[in-house]
């Protein structure tokens, strides 16, 4: 799996929008970007995956650079809950077996102030 | 649906006693995981199931088995503590098809040896 970078932490304010960027300049062509985040104490939770295309769901948006060698999500109104660690993976979904596995780093930290 | 559910939530151990961790899920996932996560640190997997009666080895399967004894439940067992195992557990499911793979993962179990 292709290796991720991401800053240590960021903060933002309550309603504003975060931006969280993720470098991955050694993506293969059929390696997605996957984004999961871990609120204190909780297990990881996924928010959101794209290949090449802009993705938006109901809890963010995913922007992938032309040449995919970097990604940023955005969380269009944060609010005090979405204060977490949040992680860039890239990994080829036809990985099988205890390859299938995901490699989360150390992540970015999200503090969302009043 | 309840997604993946973990029992116990916490636990404590004494060096050498054996304990079993359970986790089920609802939403017919043929993939199952159990990884560990300690402070400071990513998930680490542990073990891995395919489907019913399959198992693979993750990155750090010593003082562990599994077993996979239907399509909804993946139980993790400690045979012997040690203090080394000590970490919070998080059982994670996945469809195997179609692709991208996405993981769900549990609440954790956090357990401590003494």
């Known amino acids: 799996d292709a290796k991720t970078t991401q800053p240590t932490s960021m903060d933002c304010a309550e309603g504003r929008a975060a931006n969280l960027p993720c470098n991955h300049s050694t993506i293969s062509g059929n390696e997605y970007v996957y984004w999961y985040r871990q609120i204190h104490s909780q297990g990881p939770q996924y928010i959101i995956h794209g290949l090449k295309n802009n993705e938006t769901n109901e809890m963010a948006s995913l922007i992938i650079t032309e040449d995919r060698k970097s990604s940023t999500l955005i969380l269009p109104h944060a609010t005090l809950r979405d204060t977490a660690v949040y992680y860039c993976?890239?990994?080829?979904?036809?990985?099988?077996?205890?390859?299938?596995?995901?490699?989360f780093g150390k992540g970015i930290t999200l503090s969302v102030r009043p | 649906n309840a997604g993946v559910t973990q029992t116990p939530k916490f636990q404590v151990l004494k060096t050498g006693q054996s304990m079993t961790l359970q986790c089920a899920q609802d939403m017919n996932h043929n993939s199952m995981y159990w990884y560990r996560q300690d402070p400071g640190m990513g998930l680490r997997l542990i073990y891995y199931?395919?489907?019913?009666?399959?198992?693979d080895k993750g990155e750090v399967p010593n003082g562990y088995n599994v077993s996979r004894l239907n399509k909804r439940e993946f139980s993790l067992r400690l045979e012997s503590a040690a203090p080394s195992q000590t970490s919070v557990y998080f059982c994670?499911?996945?469809?195997?098809?179609?692709?991208?793979?996405?993981?769900?993962f549990g609440p954790g179990t956090r357990l401590t040896v003494t």
């Open positions: 199931s395919a489907s019913e009666g399959t198992t």
């Open positions: 993976i890239v990994r080829n979904p036809a990985d099988t077996g205890a390859n299938s596995k995901l490699t």
């Open positions: 994670a499911s996945s469809h195997r098809d179609p692709q991208p793979i996405v993981q769900y």
